[in-house]
């Protein structure tokens, strides 16, 4: 069993910064590659960032890129996103999640394990 544990959300203002970051337990961290979606009420849940196990190629949704960034540390079992000049439309809880399946990083469903989500408010 994989568990997957968001920290760093909050309260920041419009043009703020926030570091969100996830723990992954297990100890085949490496082998899979990580993402981050969001769903604001009401909505979907979205694609926000993706990186392969190795770390080696990100990919982003178009509304964010320039702004976040996701690194990860394997020897810590670690995801973070990097959320720079946030818009209230940032507003969401955010997730991480494990892709386990083939296919696009932007599906839901290439993703097996997910984590309880920690909420990120932008005040305009």
């Known amino acids: 069993q994989v568990q997957l544990v968001e920290s760093g959300g909050g309260l920041v203002q419009t043009g703020g910064s926030l570091r969100l970051s996830c723990a992954a337990s297990?100890?085949?961290?490496?082998?899979?590659?990580m993402g981050w979606f969001r769903q604001a009420p009401g909505k979907e849940r979205e694609f926000v960032a993706a990186?392969?196990?190795?770390?080696?190629?990100?990919y982003y949704a178009d509304s964010v890129k320039g702004r976040f960034t996701i690194v990860r540390d394997n020897a810590k079992n670690t995801v973070s996103l990097q959320m720079n000049s946030l818009k209230p439309e940032d507003t969401a809880v955010y997730y991480c999640?494990?892709?386990?399946?083939?296919?696009?990083?932007?599906?839901?469903?290439?993703?097996?394990?997910w984590g309880q989500g920690t909420q990120v408010t932008v005040s305009s």
């Open positions: 999640a494990r892709k386990s399946g083939s296919g696009s990083y932007i599906r839901t469903y290439v993703y097996d394990y």
């Open positions: 297990g100890r085949t961290f490496s082998n899979y590659a």
């Open positions: 990186i392969t196990g190795s770390g080696s190629s990100t």
